[in-house]
């Protein structure tokens, strides 16, 4: 349901559509030197360009990948992957420089995928592929396979001068790579490898859950380890770089001959920026809690008040509301003010305009949009536009209205 109210003013904030214009992945292999010992076969180093793999084999025999890569059941086949050993590293360039952008989900702006994925009791019939018959380990038995497999993550904005994140992000981490969607009932589109899970997400909360439980809660991404830009360590002297075009992923020597990393990579993604619905129920919903909830028309708490109606007037989608805030709406000379809370700040309010009043369809959205001014007072935000000069001498009556859920 959407919200509005009317007066001869105009305002809004507008969410921006959202578009990759180049491939958000590893584009080119710029150097690779395979260091000591790296998996047997696995020296091909443009298996980590591309987006992450999404259909692999279900054994030696296939000729052709059939088998949808899931948690339980990685990439593994010498085609998929480059193995990188001690002291060795692979030097990639991205389609899409990597940014520390808020609109990021959970700060996270770069994601590896790597060889890891979730073990325990039983086996995934991969020839089958039917996740709803795979249940996960309890917690005293399910686990993360990372058995050697370690690697350390540096950016470049320029390929010459190269800056670390620090050594304990090691690469084999939640989420493994999943390839496409579980719709319920069967495989569909390939996921999102630019949709970055939680990093807060932990292992004890996925035991036991069923395997086509957990695909659902992707929220439609891929996977991968996620990086955030904040962690760089930062020069001795200067600033970092605001965009990096070259990733190296490096497994260094630590001098004792019973070692033996290495970590083997399938591919590197840019983060896409996430609409502030997606951030906002990433925020306020648990991971691991059933996905319908988040849906704009949802009513968790079943106070009346939607998803979207929580989002854009400053609710908690999980508590029981009263009520929500509704827009108070003041004009002076040629510019109008209202105040929303700083949670509402992306909601999409729209200025509507009609020379007559009565009937629904004579509303118009304004085209362009006035550019909002914002002053920030506590929680909230006074929201300031100045309105256009109306280009007849007749009544305009303005409005400003909530849009629908796309």
Not at 126 to 152: E, N, R
């Amino acid at each position: 349901m959407a919200s509005s109210r009317f007066i001869k003013g105009i305002t809004l904030l507008c969410l921006p559509l959202i578009s990759f214009a180049q491939d958000p992945w590893a584009i080119e292999v710029i150097s690779y030197t395979p260091g000591s010992d790296p998996a047997t076969g696995y020296d091909l180093p443009d298996n980590a360009l591309g987006r992450p793999t999404t259909e692999t084999y279900a054994d030696y025999t296939e000729t052709e990948p059939s088998t949808v890569v899931v948690p339980v059941y990685s990439a593994w086949d010498f085609s998929e992957l480059i193995s990188i050993g001690e002291g060795g590293s692979i030097v990639l360039r991205m389609g899409q420089a990597i940014t520390d952008d808020p609109t990021h989900p959970y700060g996270t702006d770069l994601l590896i995928f790597s060889y890891t994925f979730i073990n325990g009791a039983g086996l995934y019939d991969q020839v089958i592929q039917d996740p709803t018959l795979y249940t996960l380990p309890d917690s005293a038995t399910i686990a993360l396979y990372t058995d050697g497999k370690w690697g350390k993550v540096s950016l470049s904005a320029d390929g010459s001068t190269w800056y670390d994140f620090p050594s304990q992000f090691d690469l084999p981490r939640l989420l493994p790579t999943l390839g496409r969607v579980w719709t319920g009932s069967d495989w569909g589109q390939f996921t999102d490898p630019t949709l970055p899970p939680d990093p807060a997400l932990t292992l004890s909360e996925l035991a036991g859950m069923n395997l086509a439980e957990l695909c659902r809660r992707y929220r439609g991404g891929a996977g991968g380890a996620g990086l955030d830009l904040a962690d760089l360590i930062p020069p001795a002297t200067g600033s970092l770089p605001t965009s990096f075009s070259y990733v190296r992923i490096s497994v260094p020597d630590d001098g004792d001959e019973n070692t033996n990393y290495r970590i083997e990579i399938d591919a590197v993604t840019v983060v896409a920026p996430a609409s502030a619905y997606t951030r906002w129920t990433q925020e306020h919903f648990n991971w691991v809690e059933a996905p319908e909830l988040e849906n704009p028309s949802a009513d968790p708490e079943e106070d009346l008040f939607t998803n979207w109606q929580e989002f854009a007037r400053g609710g908690d989608p999980l508590v029981t509301d009263l009520s929500l805030w509704t827009p108070e709406i003041t004009l002076s000379q040629s510019v109008l003010s209202y105040t929303l809370p700083q949670s509402a700040e992306e909601a999409p309010w729209e200025i509507e305009m009609t020379a007559l009043l009565g009937e629904e369809s004579n509303w118009q959205a304004l085209s362009p949009q006035p550019t909002p001014t914002d002053l920030w007072s506590g929680d909230d935000i006074e929201r300031e536009v100045t309105l256009p000069i109306p280009s007849e001498d007749a009544p305009q009556f303005f409005r400003l209205h909530l849009q629908d859920p796309e």
